[in-house]
């Protein structure tokens, strides 16, 4: 075949050669379709074998993908300074047969948030991230750009984010990222950045609510709000609430908020079985560092819930998560006995890019198939 020729490889596989007339090629997130110059038709299966196929591996060194101005896939060998419409990896595909049952589990507790987004082309696709200069948010953010989105971190530290920036441009030089100010601290920083973000005139597919506090002394914010709670569930809450109207006109599209396991030791009811919401934000006198957090996740949760049962009949999915137990992450800096226990802990825990394998969010959005040779 042409394309093993072209990749240096003999054709052993007679059953796979293609008709007289027929060509193969790839989509932009790496399944094989064929086309039919004679009849001028494409279709996904092998017109032999019938079998749907897919390319298995990353480009070679050297190669990258490129998009023409007609929407069509091409490759570029920057090595040898040359172009071509095959694909280099055509020679190392893999049958699909999603009709076949198999007890394997797709993915595990070590699973990247890369691997979870092999395959996958968000380009078009506009991502926001809170707390994305570091931890879960960065790796989320990172893994979204190098698959094609517009992803903006929507964080407090504009230094740090301009620099979580630059890391994913040394990546991917070609990656649409951006950093906006965010603090969830103070609500009209959230009103800012809402309407700064309406002013791009773009859609909302994907809102990632990962920012946290952990383990703060007891404080109130400008708003006169416990922090932990502001942060935590409050800021995203209003924050959620503002780009409401953008989410539902850019459907589908998803909320994922980034919770945890530690809600499950805690409750806001009080004795009689009532919401209690001076619970949410506490006296000094009645803070405790770690039940706050575990409210706060509580609120997000319930949050979530209740953002889906009123948003999913427009298009608009809501999703919590819980990454994981004991991550190594900026969260436990506030207080060194956390610090010490996260350490002795890391060797046991996840990486933070399997951390955001789970936590990954966003529905499958891939290219579509041509339907013209």
């Known amino acids: 075949m042409a394309a093993l020729r072209y990749a240096g490889l003999d054709d052993t596989d007679s059953e796979d050669e293609l008709p007289l007339g027929w060509e193969q090629r790839t989509t932009k997130d790496g399944w094989v379709y064929y086309a039919n110059h004679t009849e001028e038709k494409t279709q996904w299966e092998h017109p032999k074998t019938g079998k749907r196929k897919r390319i298995a591996g990353d480009l070679p060194y050297g190669w990258e993908q490129e998009t023409d101005e007609n929407g069509q896939v091409y490759f570029v060998d920057h090595i040898n300074k040359r172009t071509t419409y095959l694909d280099p990896r055509l020679a190392f595909t893999v049958d699909d047969n999603p009709t076949k049952p198999t007890t394997r589990q797709r993915y595990d507790g070590s699973t990247t948030a890369m691997e979870i987004l092999q395959g996958r082309d968000f380009t078009g696709k506009v991502v926001v991230v809170t707390g994305a200069n570091s931890g879960i948010g ?3 953010a990172k893994s979204f750009a190098l698959h094609g989105a517009h992803v903006i971190l929507a964080c407090r530290n504009m230094t740090r984010a301009n620099e979580a920036v630059s890391r994913i441009l040394g990546e991917w030089h070609k990656a649409k990222v951006e950093a906006m100010t965010l603090d969830l601290a103070q609500l009209r920083s959230v009103q800012h950045f809402a309407q700064a973000f309406k002013a791009k005139n773009v859609p909302l597919h994907v809102l990632v609510c990962n920012a946290a506090a952990f383990a703060l002394p007891w404080s109130l914010t400008k708003d006169g ?3 932990t709670f502001q942060v935590n569930h409050l800021g995203h809450f209003y924050l959620v609430q ?6 539902c006109r850019s459907a589908p599209a998803r909320v994922v908020v980034v919770s945890s396991e530690s809600h ?3 409750d806001i009811n009080d004795s009689s079985k009532n919401l209690d919401f001076s619970r949410l934000s506490p006296s000094k006198n009645d803070y405790w560092a770690m039940l706050a957090y575990n409210r706060s996740k509580l609120c997000n949760i ?4 209740e953002l889906h049962r009123r948003l999913s009949p427009r298009g608009v999915t809501s999703n919590a998560v819980h990454p994981g ?3 190594y992450s900026s969260l436990h800096r506030h207080w060194w006995v956390y610090t010490l226990l996260f350490t002795l802990a890391r060797p046991f825990t996840k990486s933070m890019e399997s951390l955001c394998g789970q936590a990954s969010p966003g529905p499958r959005i891939s290219s579509s198939p041509a339907s013209k040779g």
């Open 138 to 140: 960065f790796e989320t």
């Open 225 to 227: 709000l416990e922090t």
């Open 242 to 247: 503002l780009l409401q109207d953008v989410l």
């Open 325 to 327: 137990n004991m991550m």
């Open 302 to 305: 319930l949050f979530s819930n």
């Open 264 to 266: 499950r030791f805690t």
